[in-house]
T-cell receptor, first 113, second 106 residues
Framework: IAGITQAPTSQILAAGRRMTLRCTQDMRHNAMYWYRQDLGLGLRLIHYSNTAGTTGKGEVPDGYSVSRANTDDFPLTLASAVPSQTSVYFC????????????FGPGTRLTVL | GQNIDQPTEMTATEGAIVQINCTYQTSGFNGLFWYQQHAGEAPTFLSYNVLDGLEEKGRFSSFLSRSKGYSYLLLKELQMKDSASYLCAPTDKLIFGTGTRLQVFP
């Protein structure tokens, strides 16, 4: 692993199903973030974690949950997917807080039908 | 609250210079980032300004005026590969602007 990875690359999901998007980084960064990107709306922060064991809500957290059991992994879970959650999801990490450069994963394209 | 304003689209010719402006209003401020995002790819870091003035990095420069809530990204000697979206992100609440889509024509 080099940098930050996400899985799956893309997914089509039926509404009401549960889905976990995976994110792993090997840079030993303290902070990690989940964004969604929709046409015309830009990147919007869903949840973040400043360090292992802590998480916080971003701009659009409803319908999503996260956990940060260790430094490397930051999964995003949709408990019951809805069509409005169709989007491209980016995971990112930074060495420290939001004042540091963020490194982004390649993204997961999620379609909820 | 936090508002970020960037032009939606810009076009320019190969070899030219283009300036992408960003104005922002934020309750707290600790610097401003610019990211580049090619279509279908993840954003990548371009620059970070924490003090007023111009930061130059090769063909790209970024300017910040904290008192005016204003920044710009200056791209010189444009190349076709510079066609991308450019995202302005003042620090504080980890909010990004919607981005400026730049198209460079031969």
């Amino acid at each position: 692993i080099a940098g930050i990875t996400q899985a799956p690359t893309s997914q089509i999901l039926a509404a009401g199903r549960r889905m976990t998007l995976r994110c792993t980084q090997d840079m030993r960064h303290n902070a990690m973030y989940w964004y969604r990107q929709d046409l015309g709306l830009g990147l919007r922060l869903i949840h973040y974690s400043n360090t292992a064991g802590t998480t916080g809500k971003g701009e659009v957290p409803d319908g999503y949950s996260v956990s940060r059991a260790n430094t490397d992994d930051f999964p995003l879970t949709l408990a019951s997917a809805v069509p409005s959650q169709t989007s491209v999801y980016f995971c990112a990490s930074s060495r420290g807080s939001s004042y540091n450069e963020q490194f982004f994963g390649p993204g997961t394209r999620l379609t909820v039908l | 609250g936090q508002n970020i304003d960037q032009p939606t689209e810009m076009t320019a010719t190969e070899g030219a210079i283009v300036q992408i402006n960003c104005t922002y209003q934020t309750s707290g401020f600790n610097g401003l980032f610019w990211y580049q995002q090619h279509a279908g790819e993840a954003p990548t870091f371009l620059s970070y300004n924490v003090l007023d003035g111009l930061e130059e990095k090769g063909r790209f420069s970024s300017f910040l005026s904290r008192s005016k809530g204003y920044s710009y990204l200056l791209l010189k000697e444009l190349q076709m590969k510079d066609s991308a979206s450019y995202l302005c992100a003042p620090t504080d609440k980890l909010i990004f602007g919607t981005g400026t889509r730049l198209q460079v024509f031969p």
